[in-house]
């Protein structure tokens, strides 16, 4: 009878100390299932970095310097973190520089704002992570809302004189008709070199490129969210302008 009795106490207690390791390893296998996604992601957003480096370069020839942008490549690809341009200066710094005043290495300091978003958020510093627990959700929402906000800036920046910042979905007629002219006409359409050569016309698509390759960009970072089982919110361009101070 005390054989039973001491069964019935510690049967339930073995019972119990299995179930918890038995969640405490499903936990364990479940975030180091999600490391490996985070770990993945990162490197997907690398590759599309160096896409969107390249064609930005094609697009914009005058806006990088060709030294300094092997160094650049150098880095994304072996992850390295050694090219500066600002003293001290965050990620947030060189995005905004690259929208400043200041024309000169402004793809330059784009990508690299970029890079050095990235490596921040998906804590490069500190080697490969074994579980999610490793990295901080909420800067990884920030780089969501940055994201978006650069896809949006990118897009419709312009310059005190209203010529766009950046040239990646425009046309070249357009660009053409940017530069040399602030109303549109007829004869100043028909004066545009790459409209009167017939490489353009006026009903040709918008290169989209460059939001594409942003935006894949985006669904990665997005994704190492839902693998930390966070999700951000849907919110406006100006809502997350607030939020980032970009």
């Not at 490391?35 to 064609?55: H, P, R, S, V």
């Not at 906000?149 to 425009?170: C, H, P, S």
């Amino acid at each position: 009878m005390k054989k039973i009795l001491n069964l019935s106490v510690i049967l339930p207690i073995f019972v119990f100390m299995t179930a918890c390791s038995y969640k405490q390893r499903a936990s364990e296998i479940l975030q180091s299932n999600s490391a490996t996604i985070i770990a993945q992601d990162y490197k997907d957003i690398t590759n599309l970095l160096l896409k969107y480096k390249n064609i930005l370069d094609l697009r914009n020839p005058s806006l990088s310097d060709k030294k300094l942008s092997k160094e650049i490549v150098f880095n994304i690809k072996h992850g390295y973190n050694s090219v500066n341009l600002l003293k001290n200066g965050s990620y947030s710094d060189y995005l905004r520089k690259s929208f400043g005043k200041e024309s000169k290495n402004r793809s330059d300091f784009l990508i690299l704002g970029l890079y050095k978003m990235f490596y921040k958020a998906y804590n490069l510093k500190d080697g490969h992570h074994l579980t999610a627990l490793g990295y901080d959700a909420k800067l990884f929402k920030n780089v969501y809302y940055t994201l978006k906000v650069l896809r949006w800036k990118i897009r419709n920046a312009k310059d005190e004189k209203g010529r766009f910042i950046f040239a990646t979905w425009q046309l070249n007629w357009q660009l053409e008709l940017n530069k040399n002219y602030k109303n549109i006409t007829i004869n100043n359409l028909k004066s545009l070199p790459s409209l009167k050569s017939g490489k353009e016309t006026l009903l040709d698509h918008s290169n989209f490129n460059f939001e594409i390759t942003l935006s894949m960009m985006i669904d990665r970072v997005k994704n190492s969210l839902e693998a930390m089982g966070e999700e951000p919110l849907n919110l406006s361009i100006s809502a997350m302008k607030a939020l980032i101070l970009l």
